[in-house]
Nanobody, 123 residues
Framework: QVQLVESGGGLVQAGGSLRLSCTASGRTSSASAYAMGWFRQAPGKEREFVACILWNRSTYADSVSGRFTISRDNAKNMVYLQMNNLKPEDTAVYYC????????????????WGQGTQVTVSS
């Protein structure tokens, strides 16, 4: 059973930066063969795609493109989300996801999820 643990959330002013981390454990097969992604959910809204990465290919939601950067360390089974120029509308619980065999923006493609980390951006 794959377990994911996020860290790095917090409160930041608009224009600031945060770096989220996610550690994966428990996978017996090669973790690098599966995509890892970040999703977020704001109060009263549906979970939405933020970014995902597989090997050297990544993709982003339009709302974060140019501000957020996803990266991965396969040796450490970790994925990161560097978030710059944060906006109040980025406020949400951010979830790490793993297990899709291909790049996917669909949360249903990911069987494994972390508990989430809160990101709050004040104006």
């Amino acid at each position: 059973q794959v377990q994911l643990v996020e860290s790095g959330g917090g409160l930041v002013q608009a224009g600031g930066s945060l770096r989220l981390s996610c550690t994966a454990s428990g996978r017996t097969s090669s973790a690098s063969a599966y995509a890892m992604g970040w999703f977020r959910q704001a109060p009263g809204k549906e979970r939405e795609f933020v970014a995902c990465i597989l090997w050297n290919r990544s993709t982003y939601a339009d709302s974060v493109s140019g501000r957020f950067t996803i990266s991965r360390d396969n040796a450490k089974n970790m994925v990161y989300l560097q978030m710059n120029n944060l906006k109040p509308e980025d406020t949400a619980v951010y979830y790490c996801a793993e297990g899709s065999p291909s790049i996917s923006r669909d949360y249903r493609a990911y069987p494994y999820w972390g508990q989430g980390t809160q990101v709050t951006v004040s104006s």
